[in-house]
């Protein structure tokens, strides 16, 4: 897990704070402002509404009496009373400039078409008497005429002569307006916004854009546009609306609907600069405020860094870093006690080093006094037994073999320890195949009575020729396959030894199936006179394996071990001048 420095996390924090409060106050700006805006297109919508309602009376008034005026005059009367259609025709025409408006119908009482006056000529009589049929017999004093795409607002008033009981009826007047773009354009005069006539699917009028209007209808007669919905808004093809609506009649065939659409291009234009502004006086906001918390938390943390920088040398085993007490009192307090304490583990440091270069030395006398007494041991006993052989009739050959091998293991112990005291490398590169050099290494294994049976496999790979002391390396993995085996003593299996030349130099990986290696151990594996489960180890063997890799500028390691067994990883470089130098320099 990614840990952060204290600096960063109150930079993180108060970042997250700051953009927080920001984002949160300028959101509710927004918000407030938004629904303002919608409060006022709403209301703005509704104002046309009003205005195109009021605007609608007042002509719906003045069609009024002019119609009930033209049915009260005598000579309207008296020519009604001829009931001669021509002469009605032709005398009806100055009533019709009178009036001044695009219909004027006169019928008999049987409602039968007599006079027809139409400043956009193309209805019959018939659709005359078919209207008139339909809005008398619904009681209407006013209707909505509508055929082939022409809309009409028609008042009707009864023409009767005499008064009382005596009165007769002596037929119907009509008179009425067409609701086209003219129409359309004086209400988006009064109402301030576009407007849209429409019956059923069908845009009758409107102010709309060409291809606004057309979008309209045919979404209409797609049915994506409901005429259910009184207000709302609606994106068509050059802008968006907000638009309210009012049914103008709706006893008609077909209901009149009015849309009062304002565009929103102004108020989106508004909404965009407004956006702009806010997220200019958020960046600004959000800048300054992280600007003055870095120079803010610069200032509380910088004397910790101080602290932590004294710490990390601490834990480099540096303890000379110098750590200066500054800051508030808190850290002064800290770095006091810091140092204190600093002083107090160096000194602990010193007096466990010498306590552990003593027992180091007491474990490793002992160690080797234990050896060389074992070793010493078997000399004076097999010479014992040498001096009387022919008394006791042993084999003088057998003897001398014993005390050979006890020689012999004093020698390499001696040899071991000489080895491990050397303080520069004491080695000698020659150019050598690695490969050659194991497989000596086994068969010097192989050699041992106890572990002739043992299978041992080569499995090598790449070219594993290089500069190395041969003599040394081979002890190397004599050492490695010799614990292997050992460790292998009562279990069944095979050691493999990989070597490889890889990039980075040649890898050798000592397989076993043996036990593992026990935890207790494990980090202390090559240090000098570490054992396990050996009676006669002395713990020299990894240790030389450690330092004779070391002095070819190498490493070993354990890869893995488990209980199902163990592998170690001898790396050794390509490089010639790598091992070259190291024959002469130091070890670190």
């Known amino acids: ?62 069609l009024s009496r002019m119609g009930a005026m033209l049915a009260d005059l005598p000579t309207m009367k008296a020519l009604m009373s001829t009931q001669h259609a021509p002469t009605i025709q032709d005398g009806s025409e100055s009533f019709w400039k009178l009036a001044q408006s695009d219909l004027l119908v006169l019928a008999k009482p049987n409602r039968s078409v007599v006079a027809l006056h139409m400043t956009k000529p193309g209805w019959s009589a018939q659709t005359a008497e078919r209207d008139l049929k339909r809005s008398t017999d619904a009681g209407e004093d006013a209707s909505w005429w509508y055929d082939d795409g022409r809309l009409y607002w028609v008042f009707l008033h009864p023409i009767t002569s005499g008064a009382g009981p005596t009165v007769q009826p002596l037929g119907f007047l009509a008179v009425g307006y067409q609701v086209d773009s003219a129409v359309a354009q004086q209400l988006s005069v009064a109402t301030n916004n576009q407007v849209a006539l429409t019956t059923g699917d069908t845009v009758i009028a409107s102010t709309l854009p060409g291809r606004d209007a057309a979008e309209l209808q045919r979404r209409m007669r797609s049915g994506t546009f409901s005429t259910a919905n009184t207000s709302g808004e609606i994106a068509l093809d050059t802008d968006k609306y907000a638009y309210s609506s009012v049914l103008l009649h709706g006893s008609s065939p077909s209901p009149v609907r009015c849309y009062v659409m304002m565009p929103l291009v102004p108020v989106n234009s508004f909404i965009k600069r407004l956006n702009y502004s806010i997220y200019v006086a958020g960046g600004l906001a959000v800048l300054f405020g992280v600007i003055l918390f870095g120079f803010v938390a610069r200032t509380i943390t910088h004397p910790l860094d101080n602290l932590v920088a004294g710490v990390k040398a601490l834990a480099a085993g540096d303890f000379t870093y110098s750590i200066t007490p500054r800051g508030s009192t808190e850290l002064v307090e800290l770095s006091t006690s810091f140092a204190q304490m600093r002083g107090q583990l160096l000194a602990l440091q010193q007096h466990r080093i010498e306590s552990e270069r003593i027992a180091a030395l007491a474990r490793a006398a002992g160690s080797i006094s234990h050896d060389l007494r074992h070793y010493l041991a078997a000399v004076v006993a097999n010479a014992e037994f040498l001096y009387e052989a022919d008394e006791l009739k042993l084999k003088k050959d057998e003897i001398y073999e014993e005390i050979k091998t006890a020689a012999n293991q004093m020698t390499d112990l001696i040899d071991s320890l000489r080895e491990l005291s050397y303080q520069r490398s004491a080695i000698t590169p020659t150019r050598t195949r690695i490969d050659q050099v194991i497989r000596r290494a086994i068969e010097a294994i192989h050699s041992k009575p106890e ?34 085996c050992e460790s292998m003593a009562e279990a069944e299996g095979s050691i493999v030894v990989e070597a490889k030349n890889s990039p980075a130099g040649f890898e050798i990986r000592v397989h076993d199936s043996g036990r593992g290696i026990p935890g207790a151990i494990r980090e202390s594996l090559f240090d000098p006179f570490v054992s396990f489960g050996k009676p006669n180890g002395t713990g020299l063997g990894l240790a030389i394996v450690s330092k004779i890799v070391q002095d070819h500028s190498g490493s070993v390691s354990i890869e893995q071990t488990s209980e199902s067994g163990t592998t170690v990883l001898v790396r050794l470089p390509a490089a010639e001048q790598n091992v070259l130098s190291s024959a002469t320099s130091p070890i670190r």
């Not at 605007?55 to 008034?61: F, I």
């Not at 090598?460 to 010799?482: H, P, Q, T, Y």
Request: glycine content about 6%; hydrophobic content about 45%.
């Open 451 to 484: 572990f002739r049976d043992t299978r041992i496999v080569l499995s090598s790979s790449g070219d594993l020729e290089g500069m190395f002391d041969a003599r040394k390396l081979e002890r190397v993995f004599f050492n490695l396959i010799l614990n292997a």
């Open 1 to 62: 897990m990614t840990t952060f420095r204290l600096r960063s996390q109150l930079f993180v924090a108060a970042l997250l704070i700051i953009l927080g409060l920001t984002g949160s106050l300028l959101f509710f700006i927004r918000h407030t402002v938004d629904a303002e805006i919608q409060k006022q297109v709403k209301d703005g919508t509704d104002e046309s509404v009003r205005a195109f309602e009021s605007v609608q009376r007042q002509r719906e008034l003045q």
